[in-house]
């Protein structure tokens, strides 16, 4: 049976739950193919994060935490926890 969406006809807000979430590959300066809302930490260690600036600071991170920040980037150098971005 195809799934429905009740909330198909409203347009999705900032507030609004992510819809789509992709594998996140660190690569040293190269931007995220999609700016997420959120980081979802799939296995914990350090996430050395870009932002848009190109300011890059590296945060020790849990399992399972949901890293609020739209990141333009995750290096590669200085991260060891694995993460999927949110929109």
């Given amino acids: 049976m195809p799934q429905t969406d009740p909330f198909a006809s409203h347009r999705r807000g900032l507030e609004s739950p992510a819809a789509t979430h992709f594998e996140i590959v ?11 809302r959120v980081l979802r930490v799939v296995s914990a260690g350090e996430l050395a994060v870009r932002d848009a600036a190109g300011t890059v600071i590296i945060y020790p991170v ?11 980037g995750i290096e590669a150098t200085g991260t060891t926890a694995t993460v999927a971005g949110w929109y």
């Avoid at 660190?26 to 997420?36: A, E, N, S």
């Avoid at 849990?62 to 990141?71: D, I, K, L, R, V």
């Fill in 62 to 72: 849990a399992a399972g935490e949901t890293f609020a920040f739209s990141a333009a």
């Fill in 26 to 36: 660190p690569q040293d300066g190269t931007d995220l193919p999609v700016r997420p």
